[in-house]
Nanobody, 117 residues
Framework: QVQLVESGGGLVQPGGSLRLSCTASGFIFSNYAMNWYRQPPGKERELFADISSSGGVTNYADSVRGRFTVSRDNTKSVMYLQMDNLKPEETAVYYC??????????WGQGTQVTVSS
């Protein structure tokens, strides 16, 4: 079955960096675009980055462009998120998402990122 497992979250000071990973299994990873979402406490989940199946095309929300970088290694079925210059308001649970089809939309369990001094 499809599984997505995020890792790499934790506590970081403002201005710091973290690298998240999303390890996929149960589907042909290289065939599908992937997304990163986050959900701050008390707020809705938001899409902030995506990457094409080949990794050649990436898109970012204005709020993270220039500070976050999404990449993938299709040989390992892993997607990465490098987050630099983190801000306290970016404290959230971070999720990876595989929109395989309209009826098959998969999510990881999420990883907590806390930005605080």
């Amino acid at each position: 079955q499809v599984q997505l497992v995020e890792s790499g979250g934790g506590l970081v000071q403002p201005g710091g960096s973290l690298r998240l990973s999303c390890t996929a299994s149960g589907f042909i990873f290289s065939n599908y675009a992937m997304n990163w979402y986050r959900q701050p406490p008390g707020k809705e989940r938001e899409l902030f980055a995506d990457i094409s199946s080949s990794g050649g095309v990436t898109n970012y929300a204005d709020s993270v462009r220039g500070r976050f970088t999404v990449s993938r290694d299709n040989t390992k079925s892993v997607m990465y998120l490098q987050m630099d210059n983190l801000k306290p308001e970016e404290t959230a649970v971070y999720y990876c998402n595989a929109p395989i089809s309209k009826s098959a939309d998969y999510w990881g369990q999420g990883t907590q990122v806390t930005v605080s001094s």
